[in-house]
């Protein structure tokens, strides 16, 4: 519907990454075109895992793409928690969530079926090899200017540009935005294909701990293992339990990645008609296995708040206003995990004992307020 705020020019995503994709998805269910801009010349699935509990799920549900998402992912009811240096059992944390469960998936899994739902949307226009190299604000809404890997240049005026180009964002960096924080942690990447186990595990030591879990219901298994920076060698497995140490000298090693972070309270807030998502607006530490999940909840309420409000300011002061909060209280637990994780002795032996007098119900019931949150209908 047209109003005096709002003509019939399509909304600009910068970004084809999960926060760009499912804002093209999210906008077309709300009756929006949209034009996505990305960078690279082709969107070749790339990453390693993810986990996806029911908040994320309820998105995927409303963009029409978990039917297809779940054909390959690996559906996980628990994480087991253990020690990093004996492999004992610390606890089993539930993370169903009603009856939308909890799904561990690659990532490019997850970006396929994002980029064939776009694909087909008639609302949405994907322009490959588009570098964007100025950001103009106006009143009526904004003018960007990008490069092309041709050689030549392209001018996009829209009634509203979304940043979702991730840590390394060209669209906060153009707002004036601090770049992103090293956190001191890098995350150290394996795939396993030949090891066993059908669940979502945690080892927790002083100075680091590892996550592994399926990706695929083939078997390839995900492993991360999370440090404070040092030498640029791959781990060793030296100091981990006999069964972690194998996974690591034994699976395919991708790299390291630093950990990087951003300052949401400076970056989730209006630009005149420009708005971040995803980890352009609040990247996270993995400590809580959020961060898709928060960029795909960023859509769908951008999305919703688009909808629901005729003026275009207010949209944007929803949408803000809506996931502030909830983002903070991410964070929040990020860091008491982080701290949690990491515990030395003998303050470790103290977690551990009151992990073992905790129930399951009670340690689901501390994160129902995250996994029970659900994307609503549009109206």
Not at 115 to 124: C, K, N, T, W, Y
Not at 235 to 250: C, E, M, T, V
Not at 252 to 274: K, Q, S
């Amino acid at each position: 519907m047209n109003t005096p705020d709002r003509d019939d020019r399509p909304l600009l995503i910068v970004g084809a990454g999960i926060a760009g994709l499912a804002s093209a998805l999210a906008f077309s269910k709300a009756g929006f075109r949209s034009v996505v801009c990305e960078r690279s010349d082709r969107l070749d699935p790339v990453g390693a895992g993810l986990q996806l509990s029911a908040n994320a799920l309820s998105v995927l549900d409303r963009l029409g793409v978990l039917a297809s998402l779940r054909e390959n992912a690996f559906a996980a009811r628990t994480v087991a928690l253990r020690d990093g240096a004996s492999d004992r059992l610390l606890a089993r944390v539930p993370v169903e969530s009603g009856a939308d469960g909890y799904l561990a998936v690659h990532r490019a899994d997850l970006q396929s079926v994002l980029l064939e739902a776009v694909q087909v949307d008639p609302r949405i226009e994907l322009r490959l090899g588009r570098s964007l190299k100025a950001v103009e604000t106006r009143p009526s809404g904004v003018r960007a200017s990008f490069a092309r890997s041709a050689g030549s240049s392209e001018t996009i005026d829209t009634l509203l540009l979304v940043g979702a180009d991730g840590v390394h964002s060209a669209t906060a960096g153009l707002l004036s935005c601090p770049p992103p924080t090293d956190g001191g942690l890098v995350a150290h990447r394996f795939s396993l294909n030949d090891a066993p186990g059908d669940e979502i595990e945690a080892w927790l030591s002083p100075r680091s701990h590892a996550v592994s879990y399926p990706m695929r219901r083939s078997g390839e298994r995900n492993l991360v293992l999370v440090e404070r920076q040092g030498g640029k060698q791959a781990p060793s497995g030296d100091g981990w339990n006999p069964r972690l140490a194998g996974f690591i000298r034994h699976g395919t090693y991708l790299g390291r990645w630093p950990l990087l972070t951003v300052n949401p309270d400076e970056r989730m807030r209006a630009f005149g008609r420009v708005v971040l998502v995803g980890d352009a607006a609040h990247a996270m530490f993995p400590f809580a296995a959020q961060g898709a999940a928060m960029a795909l909840e960023d859509a769908w309420v951008l999305a919703a708040s688009l909808a629901t409000q005729a003026d275009m300011d207010r949209a944007i002061g929803a949408y803000l206003d809506a996931r502030r909060p909830r983002i903070e209280r991410v964070l929040k637990r990020v860091r008491f995990h982080r701290f949690v994780y990491h515990l030395g002795w003998p303050a470790s032996l103290a977690r551990n004992a009151a992990m073992a007098l905790r129930s399951e119900r009670a340690m689901r019931g501390d994160l129902a307020w995250l996994y029970d949150w659900r994307a609503a209908p549009l109206a």
